[in-house]
């Protein structure tokens, strides 16, 4: 982050992603967060605890929720 903003953070700060979807996708694997691609999602979400922006945006897979 601080390459990115040096010292100081921005006050309004987001981040926007989402995992890969083939394996969550209705036309994917089916794997869920098991699958390979699926694991990507934990990844981003760590790091969304991690660097605690202001706000978030996560795509919606209807297969990513539990």
């Not at 934990?42 to 978030?56: E, G, H, N």
Request: aromatic share 12%.
């Amino acid at each position: 982050m601080s390459g990115a903003f040096g010292s100081v953070r921005p006050e309004l700060f987001g981040m926007i992603g989402g995992p890969p979807c083939p394996d969550f996708s209705n036309g994917g694997k089916h794997q869920g967060y098991k699958g390979d691609h699926g694991k990507l999602s934990q990844a981003f979400i760590d790091l969304i605890c991690k660097i605690k922006p202001t706000f978030f945006v996560m795509e919606n897979v209807s297969w990513s929720l539990p």
